[in-house]
T-cell receptor, first 111, second 113 residues
Framework: QKEVEQNSGPLSVPEGAIASLNCTYS??????FFWYRQYSGKSPELIMF????GDKEDGRFTAQLNKASQYVSLLIRDSQPSDSATYLC???????????FGKGTMLLVSP | DVKVTQSSRYLVKRTGEKVFLECVQD?????MFWYRQDPGLGLRLIYF???????EKGDIPEGYSVSREKKERFSLILESASTNQTSMYLC????????????FGDGTRLSIL
C-alpha cells in the first residue's frame, strides 16, 4: 500500500511568520506531488503542484521536492489568519492521475 | 476556471434506499473520481473513470457502483444505503493522462438514518 504521511498538527504560527508543512511518501517511483488547502466544511482546493526536484514558488507559497529523501514540503511566507486550514499532500499513485492523499496537517495562524 | 458541480450539498436518506450522487464538470476532462472523507481516515478513493463507460475500482468500492454515460457526468450509486456510508462525498476531475492535478466539487454531506 502506497502511503503518504503528514503530521496531523495543529501547527501554530504567529501572523507574518513562515509556516513549514511536511510530507513523506513511500513509493520511490512517484512522479507528481500536489498540495491542497481545505477549510473546515469545504472541499480541497489545489494550491500547487511540483514534478521536479528543487523549489517551485507561487506568490507566498513555495513547494520543495527531494525525491532522494522522498520528501515534499510547502512553505507559506508571511502567514495570515486566512491561511488557517488543513493542508493535504497528495502523490500520484498510478495511471489516470489517481492520487494518494495524506491525512492533512492543520495550520493555525494567530493574529 | 474548472467547475465541478455536485448536485446536492446536503442529503438525508434512509437505510436500504438506493442513493444517487451526481457530478458534472465543464472542462472536458477525461478523468473523474469519487472519494469519501471521514475524520481520521482522510480522503479515500471509491471509484474513478478515465473515459465514457470506463471505470476502475479504488480502495473502498464495496457497497458502491458508478456510471459514466456522458463525458461530463459521473454518478455514484449507493445500492442499499447503510449507516456506515454516512460521510462527506467528494467528486473530482482531471485532464486525461497521468500526473494531472485534480479539481474538486463542493462535496455532498450524506447522512443515512
Amino acid at each position: 500500500q502506497k502511503e503518504v504521511e503528514q503530521n496531523s498538527g495543529p501547527l501554530s504560527v504567529p501572523e507574518g511568520a513562515i509556516a513549514s508543512l511536511n510530507c513523506t511518501y513511500s513509493d520511490r517511483g512517484s512522479q507528481s506531488f500536489f498540495w491542497y488547502r481545505q477549510y473546515s466544511g469545504k472541499s480541497p482546493e489545489l494550491i500547487m503542484f511540483i514534478y521536479s526536484n528543487g523549489d517551485k514558488e507561487d506568490g507566498r507559497f513555495t513547494a520543495q521536492l527531494n525525491k532522494a529523501s522522498q520528501y515534499v514540503s510547502l512553505l507559506i511566507r508571511d502567514s495570515q489568519p486566512s491561511d488557517s486550514a488543513t493542508y493535504l499532500c497528495a502523490v500520484n499513485r498510478g495511471g489516470y492521475s489517481t492520487l494518494t492523499f495524506g491525512k492533512g496537517t492543520m495550520l493555525l495562524v494567530s493574529p | 476556471d474548472v467547475k465541478v458541480t455536485q448536485s446536492s450539498r446536503y442529503l438525508v436518506k434512509r437505510t436500504g434506499e438506493k442513493v444517487f450522487l451526481e457530478c458534472v464538470q465543464d472542462m472536458d476532462h477525461e478523468n473523474m473520481f469519487w472519494y469519501r472523507q471521514d475524520p481520521g481516515l482522510g480522503l479515500r478513493l471509491i471509484y474513478f473513470s478515465y473515459d465514457v463507460k470506463m471505470k476502475e475500482k479504488g480502495d473502498i468500492p464495496e457497497g458502491y457502483s458508478v456510471s459514466r454515460e456522458k463525458k461530463e457526468r459521473f454518478s455514484l450509486i449507493l445500492e442499499s444505503a447503510s449507516t456506515n456510508q454516512t460521510s462527506m462525498y467528494l467528486c473530482a476531475s482531471s485532464p486525461g493522462g497521468n500526473n494531472q492535478p485534480q479539481h474538486f466539487g463542493d462535496g455532498t454531506r450524506l447522512s443515512i438514518l
